[in-house]
């Protein structure tokens, strides 16, 4: 029973700190992506999301290492093998270390033909080298946070994860602020502000390392078993080829862009990608509270639990990112000035369709990605996924080299959606088919019920936004609010089963 109370406290930590997370993150997003393109301008601003985008290349160097390191260590905490955990942990920090090293060359080589990979405007080109040094030092720092934050997926303490979100995401919008004001505004102070939030993060992170694992895990660099290391960066590779494949189907929009055109139509497809990241944000960050218990009914092979658990919560997830897309998208006309100001273009509505379909898929998916994963079944995925986005990648390169008139860029925005939905959804609910045959009519079923729920919540929304277009802004602001309620409500109501309802409202009750 007292372990009973203790685990629900923990979940109520978790679940409040997510919510605060999640709250501070999208305040401060909807000051933070206006104030950079009010300030920069889209030509400079647009440059951000290109350094963004090597970081997302080079972050999938993290969530690869971080995915294989929690899988083992977790696995070792739940059956009190503190020998085996620190072994996995020795080992983890050996391939960190060797990837900082490997990894020099590449970036010393980006940097010296910066402006033979983008298309920088001159004026800024001193700027953007400063600003992709400092995001690739930053990204190195942020690789040993992450292997220091393994202890707390072990311990489930998601509580503390959220916290370093909301370091990161509080704290660099601040600094770049108070540098804009009172220093002088140049996109330099990113670089700087990212640098200065991963050093806190790193010490913030090594701290709670020390404080859980008691002195109980031991790093020993000198014993470590050869087949033991090879073993963990095969799966390292596998995991990070897949990355490196959804990274060219989901972002690679933004380099094709830059290259074909200009920093302008790369900033805009960046800006609208800064709302999709908020709204994954809100995703992943509870889909983030399920996955201690999926790794525990994986490791107690409790099967039936853990495939159910994935395709109940895959649905969960995916109709309710499908309400917030479709309400979006709905009352897009309100949305894009609030995001871009005065240089709101016509174009940009059908962009914004395009770039946001995606988005309920790809958060139901990532339970079927973290089912393979922790199946440890990452090779074949990984082919695939790299395969498609080479396809992708291939694809609208030619579509940029062959037209480069402007309408020309939804078409290859058309071509990232349709095979960012093929890969997201269908091979990644394939491989989770392989592993679970008699859940294939469920995969099934959730994609096409995500799909409806989408078209539904966005033809309601236009719906309503029409008869509101007349009044205030604080009117149409509200009804959209309004909207957004009362759709996320009839789903859970229709679609989620009565006990989870139940679930839900104790927890509530209990916190009252």
């Not at 739940?78 to 955990?85: G, L």
């Not at 080298?129 to 393994?150: A, P, Q």
């Not at 992170?205 to 020993?220: G, L, Q």
């Not at 139901?364 to 393979?372: G, I, M, R």
Request: glycine fraction near 4%.
């Amino acid at each position: 029973m007292t372990s009973t109370v203790k685990n629900l406290t923990q979940n109520n930590k978790n679940l409040i700190f997510s919510a605060l997370s999640i709250f501070l993150n999208i305040c401060v997003g909807l000051f933070y992506t206006p104030y950079l393109i009010k300030n920069l301008g889209i030509l400079a601003y647009g440059i951000i999301p290109l350094a963004l985008l090597i970081n997302q290349y080079l972050g999938v160097f993290t969530e690869s290492l971080t995915s294989v390191f929690t899988r083992y260590y977790t696995i070792a905490i739940q059956k009190n093998d503190w020998i085996e955990a620190s072994k996995h942990i020795s080992i983890s920090l050996f391939v960190v270390i060797i990837l900082s090293l490997v990894l020099i060359y590449p970036f010393y080589f980006l940097i010296d033909n910066l402006t033979y990979i983008f298309n920088i405007p001159f004026k800024y080109v001193d700027s953007a080298k400063y600003l992709f040094v400092l995001t690739i030092v930053s990204f190195t720092i942020s690789l040993y946070s992450s292997l220091f934050n393994t202890v707390l997926f072990a311990y489930n303490k998601i509580d503390y994860l959220n916290i370093i979100k909301i370091i990161r995401g509080v704290l660099k919008p601040f600094i770049i602020f108070l540098s804009f004001n009172y220093i002088y505004t140049d996109i330099i102070f990113i670089g700087i502000a990212n640098l200065i939030g991963e050093f806190i993060i790193l010490i913030f992170s090594y701290y709670i390392f020390k404080k859980f694992t008691n002195n109980k895990i031991a790093f020993n660099l000198l014993r470590l078993n050869k087949i033991d290391v090879f073993s963990m960066l095969a799966i390292v590779f596998w995991i990070l080829i897949q990355n490196l494949g959804d990274i060219g189907l989901f972002k690679s929009d933004i380099f094709i862009l830059n290259y074909f055109w200009s920093t302008k139509e790369s900033g805009v497809v960046g800006a609208l990608n800064e709302i999709i990241n908020y709204i994954y944000i809100i995703g992943f960050t509870f889909s983030g509270l399920f996955f201690p218990t999926l790794i525990k009914y994986y490791s107690l092979e409790k099967h039936s639990e853990f495939a159910n658990l994935i395709i109940n919560k895959s649905v969960l997830f995916g109709v309710s990112s499908a309400v917030i897309i479709g309400t979006i998208l709905g009352f897009s006309n309100i949305i894009l000035p609030l995001w871009f100001g005065d240089i709101v273009y016509i174009n940009y509505k059908f962009w914004t369709i395009l770039k946001f379909c995606i988005v309920p898929f790809y958060i139901s998916s990532v339970f079927f990605t973290f089912a393979s994963r922790t199946w440890n079944k990452v090779k074949y995925p990984a082919i695939l996924t790299i395969f498609i986005g080479l396809i992708n990648l291939g694809i609208t390169f030619l579509i940029g080299y062959v037209y480069r008139q402007h309408e020309f860029i939804n078409l290859i925005l058309i071509v990232n959606l349709f095979f960012g939905i093929f890969q997201c959804y269908f091979i990644n609910g394939y491989f989770f088919y392989r592993l679970y045959p008699n859940m294939l009519k469920k995969i099934a079923l959730n994609f096409i019920t995500i799909s409806s729920i989408l078209i539904i919540s966005l033809i309601i929304s236009h719906l309503f936004f029409l008869t509101v277009d007349k009044y205030s802004f604080l009117i149409k602001f509200l009804s959209f609010i309004i909207v957004n309620i009362l759709l996320f409500i009839s789903v859970i109501v229709f679609l989620v089963p009565h006990y989870e309802i139940k679930k839900i409202l104790l927890i509530i009750k209990r916190k009252l």
